[in-house]
């Protein structure tokens, strides 16, 4: 292999998705509601979790849970938080008598369905894949952080990869970390960071 065709490899992405910890739901609080006792103790087991990970930069959701869960690990680096509101997470709207898992099974079985004041799962993918496809681009071969919701990371990595579907999502705890690898726009491995 010569200098120069070694010079046009390329390094891999990785993007670290960071599902929130346990915050207690309060309604009408969406966007500012805090973690839980329990929910703060994680944040610290996060960041010892991505220690030595070696991150460039820290990215997340605009809701305060999501923020949280990954500010101690920004911290304790030195970085700062860039907010990226198309991260936020799927407004499910109005599911009338149906149970939360019964509307998340519909959702996740017809992709362009929405409740009335909800959001697609077409919809949802589309605006939050945007980011990740951006951060591929912008930052290629940098270690990244996303401060994120376990049904918009579910959709977003069931972007380019169909195994990320609603029984993934269910099985996702708060909080999670996926450590995933990219070659450009192509995801190459995911390895599960929080309960291996």
Not at 14 to 21: D, E
Not at 123 to 152: C, F, N, P, S, Y
Request: charged share 30%; aromatic share 10%; proline share 3%.
């Amino acid at each position: 292999m010569t200098a120069n065709s070694v010079h046009h490899l390329k390094r891999s992405t990785f993007l670290y998705f960071v599902r929130h910890a346990e915050s207690p739901y309060e309604e009408g609080r969406e966007r500012t509601r805090g973690l839980s006792r329990q929910g703060l103790a994680d944040a610290l087991a996060v960041k010892d979790r991505l220690l030595g990970e070696g991150i460039d930069l820290y990215i997340s959701s605009p809701y305060e849970r999501a923020v949280r869960t990954i500010r101690d690990a920004a911290d304790s680096a030195g970085r700062e938080i860039i907010i990226e509101e198309d991260l936020r997470e799927r407004e499910i709207g109005q599911i009338g008598r149906l149970s939360f898992q019964e509307a998340k099974q519909k959702v996740y079985g017809d992709t362009a369905f929405a409740f009335p004041g909800g959001e697609s799962s077409m919809e949802a993918r589309h605006r939050a894949a945007q980011v990740v496809r951006k951060l591929l681009d912008e930052h290629a071969g940098k270690r990244i952080v996303i401060g994120t919701h376990g049904d918009i990371m579910t959709l977003m990595l069931g972007e380019f990869d169909p195994r990320f579907d609603y029984a993934f999502w269910e099985s996702t705890s708060m909080p999670d970390i996926y450590k995933t690898e990219w070659e450009g726009e192509t995801l190459r491995q995911v390895t599960r960071m929080w309960k291996e």
